[in-house]
T-cell receptor
Framework: SAVISQKPSRDICQRGTSLTIQCQVD?????MFWYRQQPGQSLTLIATANQGSEATYESGFVIDKFPISRPNLTFSTLTVSNMSPEDSSIYLC???????????FGEGSRLTVL | TQLLEQSPQFLSIQEGENLTVYCNSSSVFSSLQWYRQEPGEGPVLLVT?????EVKKLKRLTFQFGDARKDSSLHITAAQPGDTGLYLC??????????FGTGTSLTVIP
């Protein structure tokens, strides 16, 4: 299994500012994933964070808007840049562990942009 | 655009009833998983299916993977209030990347 801690758990931000979300895992993992979720809706994969290389972004997400750092095998950050109300969402960090490829998630960071 | 479409999107049933949730895609996945999520928490894995046609049972929950590995279903027998939550299917592609379905919000009324 994996225990994932995310900070902040929630924040209210002003339009045009940036916020960095931190994700700490209790064990070393090769890949970390960042998802976005509107309350009550499904998860959309933003990017895959690989240690030692640039993150891989999904269609519709770009590095300038969502820069990601992955300084070591247990930590990653996602920055939401130049925020607008449309960025209000829950951002989730996850990792894959185990032979069966189970996804483990942090509790999420709920972001509200005014 | 979600690769996996779930139906129904919302479901509200009485305790004791049966229900089926469907997860459909035009893409083939190496494996498919079902997760349940409660408010304020991340999704938690229920089951992984890998082989086309595979059926797995977990107490009152029965999961099936389509023969072509493009679709799946979740059947709950005698639903209980504790089954309430957001059910998500997720298909695995290369590189351990998972793509989630559109979600089914289930409410079981006591």
């Amino acid at each position: 299994s994996a225990v994932i801690s995310q900070k902040p758990s929630r924040d209210i931000c002003q339009r045009g500012t940036s916020l960095t979300i931190q994700c700490q895992v209790d064990s070393q993992v090769t890949m970390m994933f960042w998802y976005r979720q509107q309350p009550g809706q499904s998860l959309t994969l933003i990017a895959t964070a690989n240690q030692g290389s640039e993150a891989t972004y999904e269609s519709g997400f770009v590095i300038d808007k969502f820069p990601i750092s992955r300084p070591n095998l247990t930590f990653s950050t996602l920055t939401v840049s130049n925020m607008s109300p449309e960025d209000s969402s829950i951002y989730l960090c996850s990792v894959v562990k185990g032979a069966g490829g189970e996804l483990f998630f942090g509790e999420g960071s709920r972001l509200t942009v005014l | 655009t979600q690769l996996l479409e779930q139906s129904p999107q919302f479901l509200s049933i009485q305790e004791g009833e049966n229900l089926t949730v469907y997860c459909n895609s035009s893409s083939v996945f190496s494996s498919l998983q079902w997760y349940r999520q409660e408010p304020g928490e991340g999704p938690v894995l229920l089951v992984t299916v890998v082989t086309g046609g595979e059926v797995k049972k977990l107490k009152r929950l029965t999961f099936q993977f389509g023969d072509a590995r493009k679709d799946s279903s979740l059947h709950i027998t005698a639903a209980q209030p504790g089954d309430t939550g957001l059910y998500l299917c997720a298909g695995a592609r290369t590189g351990n990347q998972f793509y989630f379905g559109t979600g089914t919000s289930l409410t079981v009324i006591p």
